[in-house]
């Protein structure tokens, strides 16, 4: 069936099973590649948008559970004032390695980094816990996001 | 060991493969030969001339649509002086596709914000050995991508002095720029490049290396060229790669090595929505070489999106002969691990 959803402010329709996991429909209906299939198990955090704000697994969220929420991507940070400074802090510092987790893991950091604008060290590994990294970026990511809490807003790209 | 090749039957599938073409596999032969060069030291002629001849033997493909000029499988420049250089590795994390192209452009001479890397597609002819796997990428490449980018400046040098009447002897090279500095004049490799993809391909054993005290790109720190396309979510991973008209299959295959599929059913699932096809795989047939990591026997299924192939998995009703192989547990390994330690010892 037709489901109407708001993705990084755009109105946008899809048709197809309302238990299809919102990542689906944003790589293969939307065409939005940025959220990566990692586990399909809300283990890894690959898949990680938020809705809302809030950053959740878009691999076990059925589309029909959507509703009016906000669906944000890592395709909409560049728009995003706290994101688009995690995505300059992350460039400055090198962070990836393959890549394949980053877009999942700036999306945590930038829920985290709305609500809690200077974090330190534990309050970092606390919120970033579930998004697993297979190339063990952990420390620049965690350098990237004490980076991005400091970069001015106008620096963000 | 651990060897990956861009192929699809890795199981990379974060590999980022986009743009490279299906299917050279690492197959045994190549594994052997880079384990003998891994082990021993005499590979230089052996080897590293077969790579950088393969190179050059793209020379002089003449200019293509938007100008390009190229002057060897892994160089081209357009008329703007961008120089685009081929990435011959996959990139899996190691950082690969940046680095092998910072070698030839440190030769080449020029200035690494007017370069653009692309990730060479498989294509052992024009690149040579192209895999990951056992950290060999910089013994096996640094000597013959410093060739590549060498012959290629030898190329644009000889163009230049060709264009003054002087000799190529008389003139330098620097960020993208050839010199003749008696005479003060100097030409940009754009608008050498046409001229250079004519001029002799230069034998790669007999080119000028520069001094590594000269180097200004090999052992500076420089970040991912995917960094860009990593952070913003663009497309880059073999995941990520869509082609018109595609469709997405899951494959369900027997849980114990060897095992023979005796019942599937397949045309209840071809009902499903979603489904366009679900057909029984037999290692038999699709695997006539016996190799071992080779398909075995399952079942596919092709659907209009990797969900719909997935749900239908749900509903797949498969049974199978497991074979002698479901019999093996840890516990016998053991005890026959055991009794042959016990025994007498065999040459």
């Known amino acids: ?157 | 060991m651990n060897i990956v090749s861009a192929t699809p039957t890795t199981k990379s599938a974060q590999s980022r493969a986009a743009g490279a073409a299906p299917a050279l596999l690492a197959s045994r032969r190549m594994f052997l030969k880079a384990t003998a060069i891994a082990g021993g030291g005499l590979l230089l002629h052996s080897v590293i001339e077969p790579l950088a001849r393969a190179g050059m033997a793209e020379a002089a493909a003449g200019t293509a649509g938007d100008g390009a000029a190229a002057l060897n499988a892994y160089i081209r420049i357009t008329p703007d002086g961008i120089v685009t250089i081929m990435s011959k590795n996959p990139e899996i994390g190691q950082g690969i596709k940046t680095m092998l192209p910072m070698v030839i452009a440190e030769e080449l001479d020029v200035d690494w914000r007017n370069v653009r890397i692309e990730q060479a597609p498989l294509d052992a002819a024009k690149f040579g050995q192209q895999f990951a796997g056992g950290s060999r990428a910089t013994p096996l490449n640094y000597d013959p991508l410093r060739r590549v980018g060498a012959a290629a400046r030898q190329m644009l040098v000889a163009a230049a002095a060709q264009s003054w009447n002087v000799e190529p002897s008389e003139c330098s090279t620097a960020a993208g720029l050839v010199v003749h500095g008696r005479s003060g004049r100097s030409l940009g490799y754009g608008a050498l490049a046409a001229k250079a993809a004519d001029m002799p391909v230069p034998d790669p054993a007999a080119v000028a290396l520069k001094d590594p005290k000269s180097f200004k790109i090999i052992g500076k720190r420089l970040p991912g060229v995917d960094n860009p396309q990593i952070v913003t979510g663009r497309p880059l991973f073999g995941i990520d790669v869509t082609v018109p008209g595609m469709l997405h299959a899951v494959f369900h295959k027997c849980p114990v090595f060897g095992g023979k599929l005796t019942s599937a059913n397949v045309e209840r699932l071809k009902a499903l929505p979603g489904v366009h096809d679900a057909f029984v795989v037999r290692a038999s047939e699709a695997n006539r070489s016996d190799d071992p990591q080779g398909i075995s026997d399952g079942v596919a299924i092709v659907a209009k999106s990797w969900w719909a192939a997935s749900r239908a998995r749900e509903r797949l009703e498969v049974t199978w002969d497991e074979g002698a192989t479901a019999a093996q547990n840890s516990e016998a390994f053991a005890r026959r691990a055991g009794e042959i330690a016990a025994g007498a010892p065999t040459s």
């Open chain 1, 1 to 157: 069936m037709a489901y109407a959803i708001e993705v990084n402010g755009q109105k946008r329709t899809v048709d197809v099973d309302g238990d299809t996991p919102l990542l689906w429909v944003l790589r293969d209906e939307l065409d939005l590649k940025g959220s990566k299939f990692g586990c399909g198990a809300g283990l890894c955090g690959a898949c990680t948008v938020h809705l809302d704000g809030r950053a959740v697994r878009s691999c076990m969220t059925p589309v029909s559970t959507v509703g009016r929420a906000a669906v944000a991507t890592i395709e909409g940070m560049a728009a995003h004032p706290v994101g688009k400074r995690l995505q300059a802090a992350w460039m400055e510092l090198d962070v990836p390695q393959c890549g394949y987790c980053q877009a999942g893991q700036i999306m945590t950091a930038t829920e985290l980094l709305s609500a809690n604008p200077h974090p330190n060290d534990a309050e970092i590994d606390a919120a970033m816990m579930g998004n697993v990294c297979r190339c063990c970026t952990y420390t620049r990511i965690r350098a990237a996001i004490k980076r991005a809490a400091v970069i001015p807003t106008s620096l963000g790209r």
